[in-house]
């Protein structure tokens, strides 16, 4: 079978399935002889038996594998094996996964979309280095063959059949500040005016479980505890007084001692136990219902495959987010019971991993209704969850080392298909005897990684993660990375409009770097945007090796030039993060802000990092107007043509060389 772009060959005997590019080159090939010098084989061709189905594919000798999702491992996937089955994954030190997507990405020029919920397990060339291997539990195995050019095409291609991210509101892009969890009006309130006395940039305070009832259970049933939050209605006003939105927290499993368990089981709403066939007891305590154990109390789950029970926990969601609340954290939902019969007659195995989705989905949904953008905050996910934004990674503990696993498990999240990704600054938990709560080095480094990423919030359970609670140095630090985040809030929801186009906010850099192998094997720096490097530091001080990729690059504190490909030995105090530019970028630059939407960019600014190209394009949105504007650079003459501003904004060219941190970089042109 052939078109413009690709043939594909079937051979009868032995059967083998090969796609080539229009040049024949041959970029898959199924493997039906992965055998020993005995004839055993290490993996059978692909066929069936015993209810499983697989596809087992060649290895190139190079080729390097990416994506499946959100995993905590070396981002090059070679030598790995995974089990596609979301989990509570209770960190990110282990092969368990909170995010799987059937998306796998070859370094070839392929891609497999493995199209369907079963379980799955991908065997990467561990077993043998000569192939690779997914098998499906079920009775029939639907893939996707994906043809492109570099990493982009590929999930570009995936794109075109799960659907494109949405772009959060610009909002979003600011820091937000969380911890497990504050448990009072009045603790919000304090946490919320110190921010602003502090002057450390912050736009959401988010409330873990404890804003409602059954504390006890750290979850409940969507009811304030207005003993402990009086008027919630009134604390979100006085709290949007100060610039500041709310985000609460919710999860899809129902404590069996409460209402809304009673509601929903007599209303035919939440799982039933396959046990159970015959209507709910009405016992009040759950019984006939599918129980989710392992998290707090045994609770029931909502059946998002009903349209009546999704519109019932619509309603419970539009209730708050009418008095308020701007964003919902969709906490949890990998825990399907193996027993539940849902209402569409969808096997729980194959509901598993879809649950998430659903649930995830109807909040959205919700929230969109209700404000006008689609916004969550979620943990786990599966293929088409890049549709719903925002997820953040696991609950990772306050190491360097789970520091590092959380910016591979993101930047994997990123290959899957997702545009926008965070992590919990500062780590979530300690590991007792072996851990404190964050050490304020780990903190600062931490928050350097984090306020330089997609989406940037501070939270944990073992102690406070507001900066104060660091002393100094760290408060002043984290300030100045809070204060930089806001000033390039222009460039990063610039940047961010691209994800409709596949294109996502961060991502490693074998994305814009396809062809250079030794990018598939850098998992420890990334870009932001188009233009930034960001080379997280996973210790206190000293040196770290940051690989530039093709092109020149500018040391953002220095204006020191660097040209690539090249690696480069960085010496980093506590204040510093290796961070870089690219050579003819032309960063647009805000104002100083307390919260984004605290005034229009004005004075809006451009940094000119000079290159060989002189000529930029920029275009700029707020929410409030759209800026167009064209701008050239030749030698010692800018011309900014275009736009529509009330005042002269500044130009500064950066010129290679060594510039001390605290000065005026460059030289600045005022536009008339």
């Given at each position: 079978?052939?078109?413009?772009?690709?043939?594909?060959?079937?051979?009868?005997?032995?059967?083998?399935?090969?796609?080539?590019?229009?040049?024949?080159?041959?970029?898959?090939?199924?493997?039906?002889?992965?055998?020993?010098?005995?004839?055993?084989?290490?993996?059978?061709?692909?066929?069936?038996?015993?209810?499983?189905?697989?596809?087992?594919?060649?290895?190139?000798?190079?080729?390097?594998?990416?994506?499946?999702?959100?995993?905590?491992?070396?981002?090059?996937?070679?030598?790995?094996?995974?089990?596609?089955?979301?989990?509570?994954?209770?960190?990110?030190?282990?092969?368990?996964?909170?995010?799987?997507?059937?998306?796998?990405?070859?370094?070839?020029?392929?891609?497999?979309?493995?199209?369907?919920?079963?379980?799955?397990?991908?065997?990467?060339?561990?077993?043998?280095?000569?192939?690779?291997?997914?098998?499906?539990?079920?009775?029939?195995?639907?893939?996707?063959?994906?043809?492109?050019?570099?990493?982009?095409?590929?999930?570009?291609?995936?794109?075109?059949?799960?659907?494109?991210?949405?772009?959060?509101?610009?909002?979003?892009?600011?820091?937000?500040?969380?911890?497990?969890g504050y448990r009072n009006r009045e603790e919000v309130m304090a946490v919320a005016r110190r921010m602003r006395e502090e002057r450390v940039p912050c736009d959401v305070i988010h409330i873990d479980p404890y804003w409602m009832r059954y504390h006890e259970g750290h979850h409940g049933d969507f009811v304030w505890d207005e003993s402990a939050f009086p008027d919630p209605g009134g604390m979100i006003d006085e709290l949007r007084d100060l610039g500041f939105r709310v985000s609460l927290w919710e999860s899809p499993y129902v404590p069996l001692d409460s209402e809304m368990c009673a509601d929903g089981e007599r209303r035919g709403f939440l799982m039933k136990s396959k046990s159970i066939t015959s209507s709910p007891s009405?016992?009040?305590?759950?019984?006939?219902?599918?129980?989710?154990?392992?998290?707090?109390?045994?609770?029931?789950?909502?059946?998002?495959?009903?349209?009546?029970?999704?519109?019932?926990?619509?309603?419970?969601?539009?209730?708050?987010?009418?008095?308020?609340?701007?964003?919902?954290?969709?906490?949890?939902?990998?825990?399907?019971?193996?027993?539940?019969?849902?209402?569409?007659?969808?096997?729980?195995?194959?509901?598993?991993?879809?649950?998430?989705?659903?649930?995830?989905?109807?909040?959205?949904?919700?929230?969109?209704?209700?404000?006008?953008?689609?916004l969550i905050w979620g943990r786990s996910g599966y293929a088409g969850s890049q549709r719903y934004p925002v997820h953040w990674g696991g609950d990772p503990a306050c190491t360097f080392a789970d520091m590092a696993a959380s910016l591979r498990g993101a930047l994997s999240w990123i290959l899957s298909g997702a545009a926008f990704a965070s992590f919990d600054i500062g780590g979530f938990f300690a590991i007792p005897t072996l851990t404190d709560p964050p050490s304020p080095e780990l903190y600062v480094r931490w928050a350097q990684m984090g306020l330089l990423f997609s989406h940037a919030r501070a939270h944990?359970?073992?102690?406070?993660?507001?900066?104060?609670?660091?002393?100094?140095?760290?408060?002043?630090?984290?300030?100045?990375y809070a204060q930089l985040r806001y000033r390039l809030l222009p460039y990063l929801y610039s940047a961010a409009l691209r994800a409709v186009d596949g294109i996502p906010l961060v991502r490693p850099l074998l994305y814009d770097h396809p062809a250079d192998p030794t990018t598939h094997h850098v998992d420890d720096e990334y870009f932001l945007g188009p233009d930034l490097l960001v080379a997280p530091m996973f210790k206190p001080r000293g040196t770290r090796d940051v690989y530039l990729p093709d092109g020149g690059w500018y040391d953002y504190w220095t204006d020191r030039r660097f040209d690539g490909p090249r690696w480069i030995r960085y010496d980093a105090d506590l204040e510093t993060l290796p961070f870089f530019v690219r050579a003819g970028a032309v960063l647009p630059i805000g104002p100083d802000l307390q919260y984004a939407k605290e005034r229009p960019w004005d004075p809006l600014s451009f940094e000119v990092y000079l290159g060989n190209e002189g000529?930029?394009?920029?275009?700029?949105?707020?929410?409030?107007?759209?800026?167009?504007?064209?701008?050239?650079?030749?030698?010692?003459?800018?011309?900014?043509?275009?736009?529509?501003?009330?005042?002269?904004p500044i130009v500064r060219i950066h010129r290679p060389g060594s510039v001390p941190i605290d000065s005026n970089l460059g030289e600045s042109v005022e536009l008339t």
């Open positions: 079978m052939r078109t413009s772009a690709l043939n594909l060959t079937i051979d009868r005997e032995p059967y083998r399935l090969r796609l080539a590019d229009a040049s024949g080159a041959v970029r898959f090939a199924e493997e039906p002889n992965d055998q020993d010098i005995r004839g055993a084989y290490h993996h059978f061709p692909s066929g069936h038996a015993r209810g499983l189905r697989w596809l087992t594919a060649a290895l190139q000798p190079t080729e390097a594998l990416f994506g499946l999702g959100e995993h905590f491992g070396a981002l090059d996937r070679r030598g790995q094996a995974f089990s596609s089955w979301t989990v509570d994954a209770f960190g990110v030190r282990s092969d368990r996964a909170y995010k799987n997507v059937p998306l796998l990405l070859s370094s070839e020029g392929y891609a497999v979309f493995v199209d369907m919920t079963a379980p799955l397990y991908y065997e990467l060339g561990q077993s043998s280095v000569a192939a690779w291997q997914v098998t499906a539990r079920a009775n029939h195995l639907r893939l996707y063959l994906i043809l492109g050019d570099g990493i982009a095409p590929l999930i570009q291609g995936y794109h075109q059949l799960t659907g494109s991210p949405v772009v959060p509101p610009d909002w979003s892009f600011g820091f937000w500040i969380s911890r497990w009405g016992g009040g305590q759950g019984e006939g219902l599918a129980l989710v154990h392992g998290f707090a109390k045994p609770s029931a789950a909502v059946d998002f495959t009903n349209p009546d029970a999704i519109e019932w926990f619509k309603t419970k969601n539009r209730e708050l987010l009418e008095i308020g609340v701007a964003v919902i954290k969709t906490d949890f939902a990998e825990d399907l019971p193996d027993d539940a019969v849902a209402y569409d007659g969808t096997p729980a195995e194959e509901l598993h991993n879809l649950y998430p989705l659903l649930y995830q989905r109807a909040v959205f949904e919700a929230t969109k209704e209700v404000h006008d953008y689609g944990g359970h073992t102690a406070p993660r507001e900066p104060w609670a660091y002393g100094e140095p760290a408060l002043s630090i984290f300030r100045r000529i930029s394009d920029i275009e700029l949105t707020d929410d409030q107007r759209h800026l167009r504007f064209h701008l050239t650079v030749e030698d010692r003459i800018v011309l900014l043509e275009g736009g529509s501003l009330d005042y002269a």
